[in-house]
Nanobody, 121 residues
Framework: QVQLVESGGGLVQPGGSLRLSCAAS????????MAWYRQAPGKGRDLVAE???????NYADSVKGRFTISRDNAKNTVYLQMNTLKPEDTAVYYC???????????????WGQGTLVIVSK
C-alpha cells in the first residue's frame, strides 16, 4: 500500500545540525498533512512539526526558531532541518502522513519506522 521511509538520523554534537528526510511511496492518490514526531527514552511520542499540502506549518514551542519543516509534493517527501541541536533533542524521530491511497476515499494514517538522533559530545 503505502510506505514511509526516513533517513538522515545519527550522532551530532550540541550546536550541530542534521537534516531528516521521509519519502512516501506506494499507491498514493494524495497526501494532506505531513509531520515529524519524536519519542525520547522513557517518554511519549510528541509532535515536533507539521506541514499542510499548501505549505502551512506548525511547530512545537521547544523547536521554534531552530527546526524547519518543508516538503516536496512532487516527490512525496518531507524534510526536517534541525539546527542548534541540544541534548534534549535526542530521540527517535518518526515521520507521519495523512495519505489517500488508490482513490480519494481510502484514508491511511501512515508512519515511518523511525530514525534515531543522538545529540551528545
Amino acid at each position: 500500500q503505502v510506505q514511509l521511509v526516513e533517513s538522515g538520523g545519527g550522532l551530532v554534537q550540541p550546536g550541530g545540525s542534521l537534516r531528516l528526510s521521509c519519502a512516501a511511496s506506494g499507491s498514493i492518490f494524495s497526501i494532506n498533512v505531513m509531520a515529524w514526531y519524536r519519542q525520547a527514552p522513557g517518554k511519549g511520542r510528541d509532535l515536533v512539526a507539521e506541514i499542510t499540502g499548501d505549505g502551512s506549518t506548525n511547530y512545537a514551542d521547544s523547536v521554534k526558531g531552530r527546526f524547519t519543516i518543508s516538503r516536496d509534493n512532487a516527490k512525496n517527501t518531507v524534510y526536517l532541518q534541525m539546527n542548534t541541536l541540544k541534548p534534549e533533542d535526542t530521540a527517535v524521530y518518526y515521520c507521519n502522513a495523512d495519505v489517500r491511497y488508490g482513490s480519494p476515499f481510502n484514508a491511511l494514517d501512515a508512519w515511518g519506522q523511525g530514525t534515531l538522533v543522538i545529540v551528545s559530545k
